[in-house]
């Protein structure tokens, strides 16, 4: 119940940030956003499940969202839902949080296309 409270709250603050909206979740995440603007590549990740956890991967796509747009997106919504920063740079997010490790990292910055990777590494 906690976790759809803070999430919940996250959303709220997302709308009413202005022009940059969540709308869905990345398809195989269960609670990192969709940023308004981006759309998935059907054919651009997996999903495997491994006994400390799951390992996903997505790859989406905009020809509207830049990648300072997208970074601000992803960093404040992100934290907003537990995840603490480890690494940041114009390239790369990397986000802990209860022994997983996901990474957002920029593949192309004009047109946008980005993948997010989440990796089981234990608890922290």
Known sequence: ??????????????????????????????????????????????????????IVETIAVSDSVTRRQFQRFYRDALRGLGWVVVKEDSKVQEFSRSGDRLSVEVLSASPLEVRFSLIPVGEE
Not at 9 to 29: M, Q
């Open 1 to 54: 119940m906690k976790k759809f409270i803070i999430i919940g709250l996250v959303f709220v603050g997302i709308l009413g940030a202005g022009n940059v909206r969540a709308v869905e979740f990345l398809p195989n995440f269960e609670d990192v956003p969709m940023m308004s603007g981006l759309q998935a590549v059907d054919a651009g990740g997996f999903l495997f499940s491994v006994p400390e956890g799951k």
